[in-house]
């Protein structure tokens, strides 16, 4: 399989710059249009403003694509036959040289192949609401078990269940914790009445990457940070109208993974973005760097105001 790896995102890693891998599936399936080009653009530019590289992924003509044009973005966010990729799905797309938006689980899994080992996404997959019964589980979480990538979120999607999904998470062996917050946020809510294991700085969570990989586990970690107050919505005004979307959906007669889409698109335009406290991004050691002059299987987390 070769990967085709834009200019700015090669030079980025050939000089030991930070770059953060973005997935494609929130412009394709996640955002209605227009709005969702926009928004992409919007994301792309925000890794800029840290100082990183942004790699949005995905397939394009039977091509992995790592990091885009913003003709290109534009493209795809037009595009109505773009696949939902997730790992399993990649090689089909592929061969049938297809266009294909990837999922968290396919975005790390390529991004590791290309060097890069920090993702940045909204929302985590999941365990979906009456999973114990579908096993409707977002692919994510075990992609997460088996790849080395830190995946920095606003916490899990607030459509899933968020309980069950840390069960999966804490049977899967993968770490969640919570940057400057001890609760899981669940997208839209700070709040979610769930514990994590808070990290209370940059460096606490340099440590904790860094002790991972010496340990040699084969996973990777979540990282979760919560919308500002500013920005967060009540959790009883989330549940309302997930409840609401939800049932929207199934007299629609939509089921599995076309019903995250339809809960998007009868989402209220009016509902806040969530955004992070702070910026959380990545950046491969240098040989003055606390790290030492090789260069580990992640990289260092560095922050910016």
């Known amino acids: 399989?070769?990967?085709?790896?834009?200019?700015?995102?090669?030079?980025?890693?050939?000089?030991?710059?930070?770059?953060?891998?973005?997935?494609?599936?929130?412009?394709?399936?996640?955002?209605?249009?227009?709005?969702?080009?926009?928004l992409a653009v919007a994301i792309e530019d925000a890794v800029r403003r840290t100082g990183a590289e942004p790699a949005t992924i995905a397939l394009l003509d039977g091509r992995v694509r790592v990091g885009l044009e913003r003709a290109e973005i534009e493209d795809l966010a037009a595009a109505t036959d773009a696949a939902k990729c997730s790992t399993r799905d990649l090689p089909r797309v592929l061969a049938t040289r297809g266009t294909g938006a990837t999922t968290v689980a396919a975005t790390i899994f390529l991004a590791r192949r290309a060097g890069i080992g920090v993702m940045a996404t909204g929302g985590l997959g999941g365990v979906h609401l009456d999973g114990e019964s579908s096993l409707d589980i977002s692919a994510d979480l075990e992609e997460l078990a088996c790849t080395r990538a830190v995946v920095v979120c606003s916490g899990i999607k607030s459509i899933l269940d968020a309980p069950r999904t840390l069960e999966r998470l804490e049977t899967l062996g993968v770490p969640i914790v919570g940057y400057r917050c001890a609760e899981l946020p669940c997208f839209y809510s700070a709040d979610s009445g769930l514990p994590v294991p808070p990290v209370k700085g940059l460096g606490?969570?340099?440590?904790?990457?860094?002790?991972?990989?010496?340990?040699?586990?084969?996973?990777?970690?979540?990282?979760?940070?919560?919308?500002?107050?500013?920005?967060?919505?009540?959790?009883?005004?989330?549940?309302?109208?997930?409840?609401?979307?939800?049932?929207?959906?199934?007299?629609?007669?939509?089921?599995?993974?076309?019903?995250?889409?339809?809960?998007?698109a009868t989402?209220?335009?009016?509902?806040?973005?969530?955004?992070?406290?702070?910026?959380?991004?990545?950046?491969?050691?240098?040989?003055?760097?606390?790290?030492?002059?090789?260069?580990?299987?992640h990289g260092i987390l560095a922050e910016t105001a």
């Open 204 to 264: 606490d969570l340099c440590r904790l990457v860094e002790a991972h990989d010496a340990l040699g586990l084969p996973g990777g970690i979540v990282v979760v940070q919560p919308p500002p107050p500013q920005h967060a919505m009540a959790k009883e005004m989330v549940d309302r109208l997930v409840a609401d979307a939800r049932s929207d959906a199934r007299r629609a007669g939509v089921r599995g993974a076309a019903e995250t889409r339809s809960c998007s």
């Open 267 to 297: 989402w209220p335009s009016a509902a806040p973005a969530p955004r992070s406290r702070s910026t959380v991004r990545w950046r491969w050691p240098t040989p003055t760097s606390p790290a030492g002059s090789h260069r580990p299987s």
């Open 1 to 38: 399989m070769t990967i085709h790896i834009s200019k700015a995102v090669q030079r980025a890693l050939d000089e030991g710059q930070a770059v953060v891998a973005l997935e494609s599936t929130l412009i394709c399936h996640g955002i209605p249009r227009p709005r969702n080009a926009a």
